[in-house]
């Protein structure tokens, strides 16, 4: 079971950093006004949400198979807490995908302070998980 905490844990961490990282693209995307370095900005965005993509479907795998060794279908209640801010992690990062179309059709209609907020969600969602699971408040 060790083995399959660790390998969850792994796959988090480098999911989020797809997750924090690919918004930071959107605001430099928002800003930019050179086609060059735009056309750039969209190549370094798509490859990294696919790799983070395949990061996510690794990380639920092991914290489904985690949750099931250790409770079966019976899940504390923190853990029902916990799922609620993965799914809304999983929910931003499809947004993201949303976003990058957008980006790529040209269609933008979004200031860059507006991406530097939503930049900004994900890091209060993590660390709910990340409370949730250590603190094991209910």
Request: glycine residues 6%.
């Amino acid at each position: 079971m060790l083995w399959i905490k660790a390998l969850h844990i792994f796959f988090v961490i480098a999911w989020m950093s797809g997750v924090f990282y690919l918004p930071r693209i959107f605001v430099n995307l928002a800003m930019e006004t050179d086609k060059a370095t735009t056309a750039r900005l969209l190549v370094m965005a798509r490859k990294l949400y696919r790799f983070s993509m395949w990061l996510s479907v690794f990380a639920v795998v092991f914290g489904a198979t985690l949750a099931w060794m250790q409770y079966g279908a019976e899940l504390p209640h923190w853990l029902h807490a916990k799922l609620f801010f993965a799914v809304l992690v999983i929910g931003y990062h499809h947004a993201c995908g949303g976003i990058l179309k957008k980006f790529e059709k040209g269609v933008n209609n979004r200031s860059h302070k507006w991406y530097r907020v939503f930049n900004e969600m994900p890091v209060f969602m993590v660390l709910a998980i990340v409370l949730l699971v250590v603190v094991k408040p209910f």
